[in-house]
């Protein structure tokens, strides 16, 4: 048994990840991309890119550098892979969404662009992969097990990934024609159910039971609801691959792993109240009432995808489903949990070297909940209203609640920068002696 | 064959006590040769690896409900000794808890608060004891970094985690 340290990089995928976040806000403002343009355009597939990679998959991977040592109770497999792995990510990234601006001949045409971010992308989610992947292996206990699925998950959607960006630059043949033709789906699926969802189920079981004093969720339990996410994954890219191989359309794949889908959500929401039910902790704090908002964007993204299928409008509204999946649900969840982790590793960071030495402030001291709560508050107001725009096509009114949006993270991030700089901690006690005040960018441990 | 001394931790782990100091108490009157027979309510495991480091083997037996026989069985003479520990003597000279905290019910992050500043008051080589929730994992590297030792683990129905702290020496 060991403990768990800070992971130095953690606080620099977040950054950049922020960062990737305000570029996206401000395409959709601007009107670039979905819903302005069609949904398959180059411009929608910028704006898709710098959501999911940019934002969501950095700013999981750093939660993830910090928190799959504390699911094992083991040190990360290596410490020193992290920062080239976000270089790489960056740089495949830039490469990637360039690659699309000239496929829609916003920049001259350089195809291989595409290609070489691919690689890029291969490489840094490489040894994302590897070194996490090594890290849970070790241990694989409830939580963790969500993760190595979710890598899985990841590692299916990088090579549906690259395989496009080659067939966009033309260096695929007819084959690859066909598979970019029909395969996008289980890209997006694996991607935003696989990658993203469970990965974020897995660490939200640990850290609302961390943060709410509940007992763990009975590993049995909670397995199944793994096991039903698991399946709808593997059935969408082993069946989705056979199927567009005897090219018999998807149809059937996807409605199979749509039952499966919706069965691990539903038992994710059983799980989730259970830990709320048996909670030690009475008072909630900010990050836990904002992210009950999360878990019913998730719901109510599920629903959506029911009505849709049963009115048959699904493959006409998938925007709006999507957008609400993206942003009510994966965003807003990775917002909250990111305003009390940065709280509490800064905490840690700063105060921990001293503690018992001298007098400390609480981690709630270092936030202003009240304050903060309004942000978010208007950021999950103005993504229902969003997708309430999208699926009634008031495409000028969709851009208004983006600048909602966009008010909103903008809120959220003067939030955590005040927390980093420790703004709000009372002055006798905000650098007792011996503390030393943390860089914004990264830990200093 | 050598002859086993008993030891029945079972009372104290039903009373919600802390077992350790007995068992160390228990290792300190062994004679050379002489092993020791635990029972306990539960498999001790972070128990396996201090008397692996003070030179015993052990094997195990489930008993009824739960309960576990452990034999410890000092390895041959004629073996190296047990290495010692970077920091000062081994567990076997862990004397009774200083300090008790029932840390159960405070909200994170306060009970590693109060266990670092607890730690801080103790004196050279003295021990605190704790009870946790969860296995307070941000703790250990603190401790570590302080020159403190600990062990820790939880009882068999997962809910209480025992840690004892030991100040360096």
Redesign the interface.
């Known amino acids: 048994?060991?403990?768990?340290?800070i992971s130095r990089w953690t606080m620099s995928y977040f950054a950049m990840a922020l960062a990737w976040l305000f570029l996206a806000l401000a395409l959709m403002v601007a009107g670039v991309g979905y819903p302005v343009a069609e949904i398959a355009s180059p411009d929608t597939l910028v704006l898709v890119h710098a959501v999911c990679i940019g934002w969501l998959s950095l700013a999981m991977c750093g939660a993830l550098f910090q928190f799959v040592p504390?699911l094992v109770?083991k040190p990360l497999f290596s410490e020193r892979w992290a920062l080239p792995a976000l270089v790489l990510l960056t740089a495949g990234l830039v490469s990637l969404l360039a690659g699309f601006l000239s496929l829609g001949g916003r920049l001259p045409p350089v195809l291989w662009l595409l290609p070489l971010g691919a690689i890029l992308l291969v490489a840094g989610f490489g040894l994302v992969v590897v070194d996490l992947g090594l890290t849970a292996w070790l241990r694989p206990t409830g939580p963790a097990r969500f993760v190595l699925a979710g890598l899985a998950s990841l590692c299916a959607t990088v090579a549906f990934g690259a395989v496009f960006a080659f067939v966009l630059a033309g260096w695929a043949g007819s084959a690859g024609d066909a598979f970019l033709a029909a395969g996008i789906p289980l890209h997006a699926i694996s991607g935003l159910g696989g990658w993203l969802t469970l990965t974020a189920m897995g660490v939200s079981y640990r850290l609302l039971s961390?943060?709410m004093?509940s007992?763990d969720v009975d590993d049995r339990q909670s397995r199944i609801t793994l096991g039903a996410g698991a399946l709808a994954i593997g059935v969408t890219v082993a069946g989705g691959i056979l199927a567009i191989g005897v090219a018999s359309g998807l149809s059937v794949v996807l409605s199979i792993a749509a039952v499966f889908g919706l069965v691990s959500a539903a038992l994710y929401g059983r799980d989730i109240a259970g830990i709320f039910r048996n909670r030690?902790?009475r008072q909630l704090e900010l990050n836990m009432r904002m992210a009950t908002l999360s878990f019913a964007s998730l719901a109510a993204t599920a629903l959506l995808g029911i009505v849709l299928v049963a009115a048959e409008a699904f493959a006409a509204h998938i925007g709006p489903f999507a957008f609400l999946a993206v942003f009510g649900w994966l965003s807003g969840l990775v917002l909250t949990k990111l305003y009390k982790i940065v709280a509490?590793l800064t905490?840690?960071e700063t105060y921990?070297?001293v503690?018992?030495?001298a007098p400390?402030p609480?981690?709630q001291d270092l936030v202003a909940e009240g304050r903060a709560t309004k942000w978010f508050v208007i950021y999950y107001v103005a993504v229902w209203a969003g997708t309430l725009m999208l699926l009634a096509g008031e495409l000028h009114i969709f851009r208004a609640a983006a600048v909602a949006m966009t008010v909103g993270v903008v809120g959220i991030v003067r939030e955590v920068i005040r927390i980093r700089r420790l703004a709000d901690v009372a002055g006798p006690v905000r650098l007792p002696g011996g503390a030393v005040a943390p860089h914004l960018l990264f830990a200093r441990n | 064959m050598p002859e086993y001394i008993d030891v029945d931790v079972r009372p104290i782990l039903r009373a919600g006590g802390e077992p350790f100091s007995v068992i160390m108490a228990a290792l300190e009157r062994l004679a050379p040769g002489q092993g020791l027979r635990l029972y306990a309510t539960f498999k001790p495991i972070?128990l396996v690896a201090v008397m692996a480091n003070k030179g015993f083997t052990h094997s195990e037996q489930a008993l009824d409900g739960g309960e576990w026989e452990v034999l410890f069985t000092p390895a041959e003479t004629t073996s190296e000794p047990a290495p010692a520990v970077a920091d000062g003597p081994g567990p076997e000279d862990w004397p009774p808890p200083a300090v008790n905290l029932d840390n159960r019910?405070l909200?994170?992050?306060?009970p590693?608060?109060r266990i670092?500043?607890?730690?801080?008051k103790l004196g050279p080589g003295e021990t605190l004891s704790a009870l946790l929730?969860?296995?307070?994992?941000?703790?250990?590297?603190?401790?570590?970094?302080r020159g403190f030792r600990w062990l820790?683990g939880f009882t068999p129905d997962?809910?209480t985690y025992e840690l004892t702290v030991r100040a360096p020496s």
Request: proline share 11%.
């Open positions: 048994m060991i403990g768990a340290s504390v109770a961390m943060f004093l007992p030690k902790r509490f905490w840690l921990g070297p503690m018992g030495r400390t609480r981690v | 972070p019910d909200d994170p992050p306060e590693m608060v670092l500043a607890a730690a801080e929730r969860r296995e307070p994992v941000f703790l250990f590297s603190q401790l570590e970094k820790g997962g809910a």
